[in-house]
């Protein structure tokens, strides 16, 4: 069985868990105004993704504004943890998978001892969300960012500066990119720390490094040791520069993903511009192995109809194919 997910905002809802605001206005009282308004999102995006059958969701950096900056102005976790709590129960109550994913600025392997500390701070942070959601099955997912002095120097340093940081190993997953780092070389680095491999197909696809997108799943799932594995899936946006996301999935990239994980149970979250409107498609009764069959996707729409539009298409030629097929079977 695959579960479908989509990160930080709804364009159905028009929500966001990332409302932030400008570091030099980050009074306490802004701040408190912003998570208020990121949680009330939080709320209406996780009450609409049970409603729509959405397992997966992401939850954006800015939940808490800087709450990774030195001088944040107030202690976070004692006055919204108890509001986070609550939304880790309702997920836990229906079966909902929360992740966080900070940016590429997150540059553990750094040489630089400064941007090492600002890189825990903001893992350390996350973390502490998970922390207080308390589910199980979440999961931080970070970049292994720039190669300074060759990959080996790198990895070296990463595992050194995260070696001792039992908070967010509990949680972390390691991801690889289009460039810098692959599978094969992330792998290794995830072995050492004792923590799971995300697999990106349009990461993959940009940096094989010598594997089909079967091998590098393959090698990913191994590292989550019988738990569920994490995936993510994109397709590219053929009018950007390599590794942008288009706004919706490719069929073809869904059957290639598909045809890799080989049956296998997985939780897969949708990067696409469109967000949950890339992922309400995917939602087919007709078993995964059909899925890219039942999809009918325009990765770019007319402008004058938008993403809105583009999803309504999408589900009459879904509700068209399911209703041949429900004849045929009779």
């Known amino acids: ?44 995006m ?32 004692k006055a919204h943890g108890e509001c986070l709590q609550k939304v880790g129960e309702f997920a836990r109550r229906h079966r909902l998978r929360l992740s966080m994913h900070p940016g590429q600025y997150v540059n553990v392997g750094s040489p630089h001892a400064d941007v090492v500390e600002r890189s825990l701070a903001e893992l350390r942070y996350s973390a502490t969300v998970l922390d207080a959601l308390g589910l199980p099955d979440s999961v931080l997912i970070v970049h292994l960012g720039g190669v300074y002095e060759g990959h080996d120097a790198t990895a070296r340093r990463i595992v050194q500066h995260l070696q001792g940081e039992e908070q967010l190993l509990r949680w972390l997953a390691l991801e690889h990119d289009e460039r810098l780092w692959s599978v094969r070389q992330v792998a290794p680095v995830a072995e050492r720390l004792g923590v799971p491999v995300i697999v990106d197909n349009l990461h993959h696809r940009l940096n094989p490094d010598g594997l089909t997108l079967k091998q590098a799943v393959a090698l990913g799932i191994a590292t989550w040791h019988g738990k569920r594995p994490k995936l993510h899936l994109s397709s590219q946006d053929e009018s950007k520069r390599a590794g942008a ?19 296998a149970d997985a939780d897969i979250m949708v990067e696409a511009k469109d967000k949950e409107l890339a992922v309400l498609p995917l939602l087919s009764p007709t078993g995964n192995r059909s899925l890219a069959k039942a999809v009918r996707v325009h990765l770019q729409p007319p402008a004058d109809d938008g993403p809105q539009a583009a999803y309504q298409e999408v589900s009459q030629n879904q509700a068209e194919e399911e209703s041949k097929g429900a004849a045929v079977d009779a």
């Not at 966001?16 to 709320?43: G, P, V």
């Not at 993704?49 to 954006?60: D, M, S, T, Y």
């Not at 996301?245 to 049956?263: K, S, T, V």
């Open 245 to 263: 996301h288009a706004g919706l999935i490719c069929p073809e990239d869904l059957q290639e993903l598909l045809d890799a994980l080989d049956g």
């Open 46 to 77: 996780l009450e609409w993704n049970v409603q729509q059958g959405i397992a997966l969701f992401r939850i954006g950096q800015h939940l808490v504004p800087f709450a990774s900056h030195p001088s944040f102005p107030y202690d976070w976790y």
């Open 1 to 44: 069985m695959i579960r479908w997910g989509y990160p930080c905002e709804n364009v159905t809802l028009d929500a966001s868990t990332n409302h932030t605001l400008q570091l030099r206005n980050a009074t306490e009282a802004r701040i408190r105004e912003k998570f208020a308004q990121n949680l009330q999102h939080l709320w209406r």
